[in-house]
């Protein structure tokens, strides 16, 4: 139980287009989903929080008019990377737990690989 | 602030032999602590997890980390590694009050050797 899909595992695109990514919780609701970026060998940035049927809330340092998150559903969030450069490139990974209760692990999706050429 | 030290960012050891993967946290709140391990492209699995009782945590294959309050400490150890457990490691802290948010260490690149 408790599976989180990410999707899609890597993507390659061109500097100036957007990708979208998705994550899904597969069998539990999710209110809350996290999003990571990883640099090699590097540990896990986080990125923003994603409330479902709220506005994201960002770090600091991470520009939320570029990595625009919707949490449309307890189900499903979406980071979609703008006009996005060589710079972007990296290991984005989401995560969510099934229980709201602060102690809960979190569980990651695969991570998604993109490559800006 | 929560922040996460992994000092270790490599740490090779051979099969069969103990290792022991540092952490330390630093934190104005009380917190919960884990421990995550990530194989190559992969996410993240939870490994085992600290919340109350016990300051000796177990998980199913093996490894074990102890709660140190008074050193904040999490560190994570294993008395005899195979070649799968090879993989990078993270620590991870979250807190009991406040901003919900995790907030992980650095990790450590454990590699069995054979």
């Known amino acids: 139980g408790a599976v989180v899909s990410q999707h899609p595992s890597w993507v390659i695109c061109k500097s100036g287009t957007s990708v979208k990514i998705e994550c899904r919780s597969l069998d539990f609701q999710a209110t809350t989903m996290f999003w990571y970026r990883q640099f090699p060998k590097q540990s896990l940035m986080l990125m923003a929080t994603?409330?479902?049927?709220?506005?994201?809330?960002?770090e600091q340092g991470v520009e939320k008019d570029k990595f625009l998150i919707n949490h449309a559903s307890l189900t499903l969030s979406t980071l979609t990377v703008t006009s996005a450069h060589p710079e972007d490139s990296s290991f984005y990974i989401c995560?969510?737990?099934?229980?709201?209760?602060?102690?809960?692990?979190?569980?990651f999706g695969n991570g998604t690989r993109l490559t800006v050429t | 602030a929560q922040s996460v030290t992994q000092l270790d960012s490599q740490v090779p050891v051979f099969e069969e032999a103990p290792v022991e993967l540092r952490c330390n946290y630093s934190?104005?709140?009380?917190?919960?602590l884990f421990w995550y391990v990530q194989y190559p492209n992969q996410g993240l699995q939870l490994l085992l997890k600290y919340l109350s009782g016990s300051t000796l945590v177990e998980s199913i294959n093996g490894f074990e980390a102890e709660f140190n309050k008074s050193q904040t400490s999490f560190h994570l150890r294993k008395p005899s590694v195979h070649i799968s457990d090879t993989a990078e490691y993270f620590c991870?802290?979250?807190?009991?009050?406040?901003?919900?948010?995790?907030?992980f260490g650095t990790g450590t690149r454990l590699k069995v050797l054979a």
């Open positions: 991870a802290v979250s807190t009991t009050s406040g901003t919900y948010k995790y907030i």
């Open positions: 995560s969510a737990s099934p229980r709201t209760a602060r102690g809960s692990p979190l569980h």
């Open positions: 994603s409330n479902e049927g709220s506005k994201a809330t960002y």
């Open positions: 934190s104005s709140v009380s917190v919960y």
